[in-house]
């Protein structure tokens, strides 16, 4: 089975500080992991992704990942944030050995930027 | 990255009427889409599974009667919430897939607010 946790519901960081947002994950074989934002009433934007390869992925709008396969995690980070940042961010999993399977969810963990 | 849009972004409705949702993959084919449903500060939720051709697979607890999937296509998926009540009332997501292997990525679409009286 194939599951995502983020620990935290909510993270706050002022403006200009780094902001980590955590994921680990649980897959039977390799993962596939994915980052994803959602602002109010919108859908969900793709963020940055880790298929293979190097272990820091970089994304869109200043955000990267690191997977840790020891640790089974892949953490959210920015050097910087923004008030702009301020949003709902998903952790997906997918094992890539399970066909065609849906992305797995964590619950989302809501992020505010504090000017 | 790829786009997919729905359509309707917000729809109001009657208990008992039934409400038609449109996913398309606008620069890209998705012989898989996903439907998925978001409560209030919620994470999502899975519905199905839609595959073009074919009949959608469905999540445990999920009613296939009362959800109708369509897949008639590479590019359109449509989501029907037969005899609406007010517990549907929901925020309704599509997903399609684009890619495979490396270039595997999972796009979504905006998202479709019902909202059953």
């Known amino acids: 089975a194939q599951s995502v946790a983020q620990p935290e519901d909510q993270v706050n960081v002022a403006e200009g500080n780094p902001l980590t947002v955590k994921c680990t994950y649980s897959?039977?074989?390799?993962?596939?992991l994915f980052w994803y934002v959602q602002y109010p009433n919108r859908g969900l934007q793709f963020l940055l992704k880790y298929i293979t390869g190097d272990n820091l992925v970089k994304g869109s709008y200043g955000f990267e990942a690191e997977f840790n396969k020891s640790q089974t995690s892949f953490h959210l980070k920015k050097p910087s944030a923004l008030v702009s940042d301020s949003a709902l961010y998903f952790c997906?999993?997918?094992?890539?050995?399970?066909?065609?399977?849906?992305?797995?969810f964590g619950k989302g963990t809501r992020l505010s930027v504090i000017a | 990255g790829a786009v997919v849009s729905q359509h309707p972004s917000r729809v109001i409705c009657k208990s008992g009427t039934s409400v038609k949702i449109e996913c398309r993959s606008l620069?890209?084919?998705?012989?898989?889409m996903f439907w998925y449903r978001q409560f209030p500060k919620q994470s999502l939720m899975l519905m199905a599974t839609s595959n073009e051709g074919s009949k959608a697979t469905y999540e445990q607890g999920v009613e296939k009667d009362k959800f109708l999937i369509n897949h008639a296509s590479l590019t359109l998926s449509t989501l029907t919430v037969t005899s609406a009540h007010p517990e549907d009332s929901s925020f309704y997501i599509c997903s399609a897939r684009a890619g495979t292997g490396k270039q595997e990525t999972q796009y979504f679409g905006p998202g479709t607010r019902l909202l059953v009286l």
């Open positions: 620069d890209f084919q998705a012989t898989t």
């Open positions: 897959v039977s074989g390799n993962p596939y």
């Open positions: 997906a999993v997918r094992d890539r050995n399970s066909g065609n399977t849906p992305l797995v």
